[in-house]
């Protein structure tokens, strides 16, 4: 029912589904990259991957945002969690949590922000050409 309230909500629910199954692809596409490199690829890869999953949890909580304001929105909090590692609670956390050190990282690390731009454009690309391959 294209054109219809209904339609608006199905569409709207098939677009989360998508997210949420491209939130899990990109996690596991980080585990492995961790899993098989070390250094610098697993490093810096995990950066891109981790401003890619943020822009899928923007398109999963908010389904009709452009491929631009979500990555916008993803490269911006990414950016405020790396710049939050100047402060000494993002450290103080990762020593009590996993979780917290995944999410929150533990120590600013310029080059960071670079990555995170390229994980940023490497999702608008994605999310753009799934959107367009939609409308179709």
Not at 19 to 40: D, E, I, Y
Not at 58 to 86: D, I, K, N, W, Y
């Amino acid at each position: 029912m294209p054109g219809t309230r209904d339609g608006a909500v199905v569409d709207r629910t098939r677009i989360r589904l998508v997210a949420a199954a491209a939130a899990v692809v990109v996690v596991a596409a980080g585990l492995g990259l961790r899993a098989v490199t070390t250094g610098s690829v697993a490093k810096y890869g995990g950066d891109a991957l981790y401003t890619v999953l943020l822009l899928t949890l923007v398109v999963l909580v908010a389904p009709r945002t452009t491929p631009l304001r979500a990555a916008g929105g993803a490269l911006a909090v990414s950016c405020v969690v790396e710049f939050l590692q100047l402060s000494p609670v993002p450290a103080e956390l990762s020593q009590r949590s996993t979780l917290a050190r995944l999410v929150l990282g533990s120590t600013f690390n310029p080059p960071d922000l670079f990555w995170y731009s390229v994980g940023a454009a490497a999702g608008w690309l994605v999310h753009s050409a799934v959107r367009s391959l939609r409308s179709r």
